[in-house]
């Protein structure tokens, strides 16, 4: 036995065993023992919550069992209340005048609690017989967390039996056949494309019960997209049209019966169009940052990426994998017409090109063949600083670095600048001559291989990106 103010708490959870039904009751009532004359009433005392050191007499034992289960009150079919039963037995002692039985919601913190009284005169003699009682006015609610107490009146420190109890979800037959919040119904939509509107009713819903319907869009949990929509009981099957500016894979429909705490029915019906988030891709001329914000969560990886000319495929540059879901953000790019985003998800990947229209100022290499040499000329119209590299494919792609430049300003006009590379370290078809920009982060090199020397003025090879702006 603990001593001093201790409390001995016996916690168990507890709820309807598997495939247990869960009986109903046609009215809510309060009984003790046979022949006992007890009074009942909401215990409001707050002086009960403070313990008193126990007689000798009055030991944990006299509390013998609590025993909780969910009961149904029902005006109609489809129109019932739960309530939880609870029984209890005390062994009286000399001392003790009942019992309280009192319900913590671990979902709201509110407290009920109910007493049961024995006159002075009868609890004498009921002294070492058993008191029982049963009540089930406690009215509760779909799946709610409680705890349950049960204590001596007088309440006596370390006499106390305590139980945590889950009420039945809508996964219960019972329970889902009975109690309004959990007629979710069936939701059916069609998509009005010309008036950007989806038109939705419930289905296999009581003629009796009215719901709500919206919009919503689904991250962490479903977030407003446009306000609820009240479909009043005397208009069943009534259809609601509810507007929309883009399909958005997260823009999900949701919809419930007009009950406290009722179950919702969600369906996301473009979850699986994830095209349109691609699109969202932001360019801040001012700080050279290039962006991706969606407007929905999507699992995936996202890469900066050169865009091939020859075969249409997107070379994902080095260092610039970052994972979705949330933001993306790149500083410091060159916004070439082949700088390309690539997005990867499970169902496949895709590369937005956000400069290749053109409206950004670019840059452009050229090669031309002189007498014993060949020069790279670079164009820009902005200030920009440029590397020429040689690159042996055979080694793997072994690149040195010949000369660094740098295009001023001229205005409206190009400015150009240029480098001299000996014919002979030129002319092969391992060598490549590659231009890089050098004052971004985030570039894509010119690069122009398999250059074979010919007559003066003339240049064969493949140039992989002319422009890259």
Not at 1 to 30: K, P, R
Request: proline letters at 6%.
């Amino acid at each position: 036995m603990l001593s001093g103010n201790a409390i001995i708490f016996l916690t168990l959870v507890w709820g309807t065993l598997e495939g247990q039904t869960i009986s109903q009751i046609s009215e809510c009532g309060f009984a003790c023992s046979e022949g006992v004359s007890c009074k009942s009433k909401v215990n409001r005392n707050i002086f009960n919550s403070f313990c008193r050191q126990p007689l000798p007499s009055v030991t944990p034992s006299v509390l013998e069992s609590l025993t909780l289960s969910t009961t149904t009150k029902c005006v109609h079919r489809g129109a019932c209340a739960l309530h939880l039963s609870v029984s209890a037995s005390l062994i009286m002692e000399e001392s003790l005048r009942g019992l309280e039985i009192c319900l913590l919601s671990l979902d709201t913190q509110e407290t009920r609690c109910h007493s049961a009284r024995i006159p002075k005169v009868s609890s004498q003699k009921m002294v070492g017989r058993t008191l029982q009682v049963h009540f089930d006015c406690f009215e509760v609610s779909v799946a709610q967390h409680l705890y349950v107490t049960l204590k001596t009146i007088p309440y006596y420190c370390e006499v106390q039996i305590s139980r945590e109890y889950r009420v039945e979800d809508c996964t219960d037959a019972d329970v889902g056949r009975n109690i309004p919040a959990c007629f979710a119904g069936r939701l059916n939509y069609n998509v009005d494309h010309a008036q950007k509107a989806i038109k939705v009713h419930f289905a296999d819903i009581p003629r009796s019960q009215a719901y709500y319907v919206r919009l919503c869009l689904k991250w962490f949990a479903c977030e407003d997209y446009s306000p609820p929509v009240l479909v009043n009981a005397e208009q069943p099957g009534k259809a609601v049209s509810l507007k929309y500016s883009q399909l958005l894979p997260c823009l999900c429909i949701e919809g419930w019966a007009a009950v406290p705490d009722a179950v919702r029915i969600q369906i996301c019906p473009f979850e699986n169009d994830t095209r349109i988030l691609w699109d969202y891709i932001f360019y801040n001329p001012f700080a050279q940052s290039l962006s991706w914000e969606p407007p929905c969560p999507v699992q995936g990886q996202v890469h900066l990426c050169g865009m091939s000319k020859t075969d249409d495929l997107c070379w994902e540059l080095s260092h610039t994998g970052r994972t979705a879901p949330g933001n993306v953000h790149y500083l410091q790019v060159d916004p070439q017409p082949w700088l390309c985003m690539k997005f990867t998800t499970l169902q496949g990947s895709w590369v937005r090109c956000p400069f290749a229209d053109g409206n950004f100022p670019g840059w452009k290499m050229k090669i031309h063949q002189l007498p014993d040499k060949f020069r790279a000329s670079f164009i820009s119209r902005s200030p920009a600083h440029f590397q020429v590299h040689l690159c042996n494919r055979t080694e793997p792609f072994h690149c040195h670095v010949l000369e660094t430049i740098s295009v001023g300003s001229q205005g409206d006009a190009d400015a150009i600048a240029h480098v001299d590379i000996p014919e002979a370290e030129v002319c092969s078809p391992d060598i490549c001559i590659q231009g890089w920009r050098t004052d971004v982060d985030y570039s894509v090199p010119a690069q122009m291989c398999d250059i074979r020397c010919s007559d003066y003025g003339q240049v064969f090879g493949h140039l992989y990106s002319e422009w890259i702006a």
